[in-house]
């Protein structure tokens, strides 16, 4: 997941993700990232099939300031939801 954040979606459907989490941070900083208001970012989270063998879940969100906590939140696009392993089976 190179180009991808881990972000565990947290806040449910509509919800603000505040960008709290050491992994999301991390990432952040490893691939040089500025937010910025409106900025489309690609996340991932850890997931499974249903036999338990990895099968990230990964998706879109859109970077935004919240002006009274001074802290950056991520509202995640519910559409984009998808598993790792649907993108494999695609680019086959």
């Known amino acids: 997941m190179n180009d991808r954040i881990f972000l565990y979606p947290y806040a449910g459907p509509g919800g603000r993700n505040y960008i709290k989490q050491q992994g999301t941070l991390q990432d952040i900083e490893k691939l040089h990232i500025l937010l910025e208001e409106n900025l489309v970012l690609h996340f991932y989270c850890d997931d499974a099939d249903d036999s338990g063998k990895p099968d ?3 998706f879109e969100g859109t970077a935004h300031f919240d002006p009274d906590t001074k802290s950056w939140y991520i509202l995640i696009d519910e559409s984009s ?5 649907d993108e494999i089976r695609k680019a086959v």
């Not at 939801?81 to 392993?85: I, L, V």
């Open 81 to 85: 939801y998808r598993q790792a392993s």
């Open 56 to 58: 990230d879940l990964i």
